[in-house]
């Protein structure tokens, strides 16, 4: 529903935060840079802040819910929990949005089952440790053009209350605290966009001492007709704090390192090109590196993931 007044959504879309934010996979051809599809090719050995995102947008990393899976990179299965999102009209460039989710759980088939029962949603009688409720998410956007050059600039984050429950009932886990910002200038064709998340200590087991967790992230992006080109960067960091965490939507640090002080780092290279071959056709190619250092080095990990594609939009 829409309006002078304004904009309201109601269901499985992305959030405010997610919507709003701007960062360099904001101006990535292909499919994304840094936010793109490597994640769904690339390995690791522990867990890692693998692209610019939030904890809802990247979703759950390490062994979570029961289920005992190596997902290390994020698995996008929050960004689309259900939710209701308010957008303010945009006045002189300047937007708000705000987006309230009741839980973290509130996605697929809730219902009871087995542990190993993931596809279908989180078991909400005893995997709830770590996950959040109230959750509120969103941000200010201000997006405005002056002669050639245009400027873009954004603040989100998202805000929650940890549950407390079984199987780790004497767990006590940090509520959701995270934010971003980011910026991006164009101007004749180029676009150049950065931007710097925090996730501080958010959805960690107290216990483990988790607390500086973050990512930033450059991109530059040129544009000429129906031809486009991109390259972006991400530098990030997972604080594995003084034990390896098991369950809770950060995750966990893998068994390798457990106990181990310390925090895992990642870099991440992506190039990519796009050509509008015809409306609704895109051939794309991108190519990306990243480079992984584990707590002591035990799960360190270097890749290199290469793709090529059609976009089709109807």
Same mark, same amino acid.
């Given at each position: 529903?829409?309006?002078?007044?304004?904009?309201?959504?109601?269901?499985?879309?992305?959030?405010?935060?997610?919507?709003?934010?701007?960062?360099?996979?904001?101006?990535?051809?292909?499919?994304?840079?840094?936010?793109?599809?490597?994640?769904?090719?690339?390995?690791?050995?522990?867990?890692?802040?693998?692209?610019?995102?939030?904890?809802?947008?990247?979703?759950?990393?390490?062994?979570?819910?029961?289920?005992?899976?190596?997902?290390?990179?994020?698995?996008?299965?929050?960004?689309?929990?259900?939710?209701?999102?308010?957008?303010?009209?945009?006045?002189?460039?300047?937007?708000?949005?705000?987006?309230?989710?009741?839980?973290?759980?509130?996605?697929?088939?809730?219902?009871?089952?087995?542990?190993?029962?993931?596809? /279908?949603?989180?078991?909400?009688?005893?995997?709830?440790?770590?996950?959040?409720?109230?959750?509120?998410?969103?941000?200010?956007?201000?997006?405005?053009?002056?002669?050639?050059?245009?400027?873009?600039?954004a603040a989100t984050g998202e805000w929650g209350n940890a549950q407390h429950t079984t199987p780790v009932?004497?767990?006590?886990?940090?509520?959701?605290?995270?934010?971003?910002?980011?910026?991006?200038?164009?101007?004749?064709?180029?676009?150049f966009a950065g931007s710097y998340g925090d996730w501080g200590k958010s959805l960690t087991d107290k216990?483990?001492?988790?607390k500086d967790t973050w990512y930033w992230d450059l991109g530059v992006a040129y544009e000429y007709g129906? /031809?486009?080109?991109? /390259?972006?960067?991400?530098?990030?960091?997972?604080?594995?704090?003084?034990?390896?965490?098991?369950?809770?939507?950060?995750?966990?640090?893998?068994?390798?390192?457990?106990?181990?002080?310390?925090?895992?780092?990642?870099?991440?290279?992506?190039?990519?090109?796009?050509?509008?071959?015809?409306?609704?056709?895109?051939?794309?190619?991108?190519?990306?590196?990243?480079?992984?250092?584990?707590?002591?080095?035990?799960?360190?990990?270097?890749?290199?993931?290469?793709?090529?594609?059609?976009?089709?939009?109807?």
């Amino acid at each position: 529903m829409d309006g002078s007044w304004g904009r309201w959504e109601m269901g499985s879309n992305v959030g405010a935060d997610g919507t709003m934010k701007v960062d360099a996979g904001t101006i990535a051809r292909a499919t994304g840079g840094i936010n793109g599809d490597f994640n769904y090719f690339a390995n690791a050995n522990s867990t890692m802040v693998g692209m610019a995102a939030l904890p809802l947008a990247y979703g759950a990393t390490g062994p979570q819910d029961g289920v005992a899976h190596a997902n290390f990179l994020g698995d996008h299965a929050e960004e689309n929990i259900n939710k209701v999102t308010y957008y303010t009209p945009r006045w002189m460039g300047l937007q708000a949005g705000l987006s309230y989710l009741p839980d973290e759980t509130n996605r697929g088939q809730g219902t009871l089952g087995a542990a190993a029962a993931g596809p /279908f949603g989180p078991n909400r009688a005893n995997n709830l440790a770590g996950l959040a409720q109230n959750i509120w998410s969103g941000g200010l956007n201000y997006d405005n053009k002056f002669g050639d050059f245009g400027v873009t600039a954004a603040a989100t984050g998202e805000w929650g209350n940890a549950q407390h429950t079984t199987p780790v009932a004497a767990a006590d886990y940090n509520d959701l605290r995270a934010w971003n910002a980011g910026a991006k200038v164009s101007w004749m064709g180029w676009s150049f966009a950065g931007s710097y998340g925090d996730w501080g200590k958010s959805l960690t087991d107290k216990a483990a001492g988790s607390k500086d967790t973050w990512y930033w992230d450059l991109g530059v992006a040129y544009e000429y007709g129906p /031809f486009g080109a991109s /390259f972006t960067y991400l530098n990030s960091q997972f604080d594995c704090g003084t034990v390896g965490v098991a369950g809770g939507n950060t995750g966990s640090c893998s068994a390798v390192v457990a106990g181990s002080l310390g925090k895992n780092k990642m870099q991440t290279y992506s190039g990519g090109v796009d050509y509008k071959l015809a409306p609704g056709l895109t051939p794309y190619a991108e190519f990306t590196y990243y480079d992984q250092n584990t707590v002591l080095h035990a799960g360190d990990n270097k890749g290199y993931v290469g793709i090529l594609g059609t976009q089709l939009n109807f």
